[in-house]
Each structure stands twice: as structure tokens, then as C-alpha cells.
């Protein structure tokens, strides 16, 4: 059985790129579901609907035995649900895990803490509820950062420093201790990111933390651990395909070929 990779485009690319490098040996399918993206607009249900689709897909299709959400939005607005409702009625024996949490927990060791993230992940306010729970003394600012998810898909490296200066200023006078970049796209430009950032302000990104997280929990989990396959192979799908992928995968990836599904369900 395989190690699914969720996203709602090509962003998860990058935690899958770190995934792929910490825990070689797995055999993988990534599945962007690139024809409903974005996904940090659109309403909670949508988000749930199309989460569980694709949840679903790669379980019935793909013969995976734990699909990873590598995706913000979707851990803040399904995951939850995922878990507690679709899991137990359907896939007793799976497993569903998403980014957020991980990153919560390194955020909630710090005091004073800053969030960028989709819209629809700082409207959840999954992040500070989270980060409350295990820091009660947490003081955190959310700054949603709608425009920079495409501007990062288009590559304009012009923009990127601008749209930086719109979003991040806000945090300037709050005396952070920590960033979290809470969306898949944000490490991409985490050098530019730390650029803009006072030195002191720890950045936590989400693919430092979620393999060794993957990896902890693989050797906790020898029920699921020793269903998977081990041929070091790596699948990535996509539900629409336009000319720009080919050159995203391969820069944010390294070379493979991109497959299109017509219909998840
Ligand atoms: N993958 C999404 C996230 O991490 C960003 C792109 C989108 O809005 O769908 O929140």
C-alpha cells in the first residue's frame, strides 16, 4: 500500500519533496486537485466536500493506507471531520493526518506568535485555538495573505517583495517571537520571507517539521507501517493539467511526470 499526499494544487509539492527525501523507500501518490484550486476562499463545506473526495479517491484508487493533507485550508476546515466522521464509517483501518498541528505544537512553545495563512484557514481560527491549547499564555496575530499563492504559482519574483511588505508589516510592531507560514505555498519564499523579517523572529515552516513528525508516527504505527510498500516510487497526479505545471513540478519537485485524472469520483 502507498503514502497519499494531499493538496488543493501544487504547493504540497514541497512538503512532498520533503517527505520523499527523509523517508526514500515508501511508495507515494500525490494528488493536486488543481482544477478546484484555490482552495483558501471558498466555504468550509466546499472545502470539506472536496477534501473527502479526494481522501476518498486515493484510498479506492490508489490503494493507500494513510493520506497525508498537505494542505493548510483543508487541515483547518476538514481534517477534524475526516477523522471523527468519514474514517470510522468508511476506512476503520486508514489513516488521515494534516500540517497544521505539527506546526502549531513548535509554534506553541514560543509566546508571542504571528500566523500568515489563506483566508480561509485564518477565518477558522484553527491555528490560534490549536496553539491556545497547549500555551495558554499565547498572545497571536493572524494576517490572512490571499494574494501571494498566486503570485508564487506565476513565479513573478517582482511582486513577491511588495505583496511581502502588505502582509507581514502588520506584524512589525507586535514584538514577535515566531512566524508560522501556514500554507503550503510560504516556503517557497521563505528566503524572502527572512529577508523581510527581523532576525530574532524564528520561522517555522512546515516542511522542517512534518517528516520527522511522518517518520515518528510511522514508527508508532507498525499496524499501518507494515502495509506499506517499499519500491521508492513517486505519482503525481493532478485533476486539470495547464502549461504551467510541467515547470512547476519540475522546480518545486525535481523532474517527474504529471498525470491528469478526469474525475476523482
Ligand atoms: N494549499 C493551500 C493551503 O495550504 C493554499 C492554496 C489554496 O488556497 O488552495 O492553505
Known sequence: MKIGIF????GGLIIARAIKKSLPKYDYVYLGDTKRVPYGNKS???????????????????????VIIACNTASAQALRAIQQKYLPKNFK??????????????????????????KGTVASHTFPIEIKKLNKKSIIYQNPAPMLVPIIE??????IKPLLAKYLKPFMDKELDALVLG?????????EIKEYMPKKIKIISQDEIIPKKLKEYLQ???????????NESMKILVTDKN???DYLVKKWFGKNKVTTISQLF
Not at 220 to 230: D, F, G, P, V
Open 154 to 159: 506565476e513565479g513573478n519574483n517582482k511582486l
Open 243 to 245: 502549461q504551467n505545471m
Open 183 to 191: 500554507c503550503t505555498h510560504y516556503p517557497i519564499i521563505k528566503k
Open 220 to 230: 508508532r504505527h507498525q499496524e499501518i507501517t507494515k502495509k506499506l510498500s517499499r
Open 93 to 118: 483501518d486508514r489513516r488521515v493526518l494534516g500540517v497544521l498541528i505539527p506546526a502549531a505544537e513548535k509554534a506553541s512553545i514560543y509566546n508571542r506568535i504571528g500566523i500568515i495563512a489563506t
Open 7 to 10: 493538496d488543493s494544487g501544487l
Open 44 to 66: 468550509s463545506e466546499a472545502v470539506f466536500e472536496f477534501t473527502c473526495e479526494a481522501v476518498d479517491y486515493l484510498f479506492r484508487k490508489k490503494n493507500c493506507a494513510i
